[in-house]
């Protein structure tokens, strides 16, 4: 059971804040913008906790997240921002699945194991292009960033 708690109360939101980080650090590194990293929803409530250079955390425990910037980035710029949460996500389920592979076979490889395979899912919702349905929640009717990629690059 506390197993179970940890993988939704801490495992989740990590996962979901180190992926919208990893699009963070694709803008930083890519331009001279502002990354603005949400764990939670993005709007005027989810204010502004604290700041690393020109990433901008505005946190609020959940198991959504959202990055924005300011300024407009170019096409290529873009693309490396979109990329990079699920860049992210694929090097944590790497990461994650091969420190499994050295762990004891108990509770800690089990919620490491819970870690890899929700960043798996998590780098194919993101990486697939489509729509976000009705039923994501916070993400309804919202393009993925394998879609919002794809548009970019038929431009």
Known sequence: ???????????????????????????????TSHAHVYLGNRNKENKE??????????????????VSWEGNLTRHQ????????PIMSLLLMLLFGLITL???VD??????????IFNCFQFLFTIIPITYPRWIGSYSGQP????????????
């Open 1 to 31: 059971m506390l197993l179970f708690l940890l993988f939704y109360l801490l495992v989740i939101p990590a996962s979901v804040l180190l992926h919208e980080i990893g699009h963070g650090i694709a803008v930083i590194s890519t331009s």
């Open 144 to 155: 993925s960033d394998g879609l919002q990629l794809l548009r970019l690059l038929k431009k």
């Open 102 to 104: 050295y762990v004891p």
């Open 78 to 85: 873009t693309a490396f921002a979109l990329a990079g949460g």
């Open 49 to 66: 906790n604290f700041r690393l250079g020109r990433l901008h955390f505005h946190l609020n425990w959940s198991y959504v997240g959202f």
């Open 107 to 116: 509770d800690l490889h089990s919620l490491l194991f819970g870690a890899t």
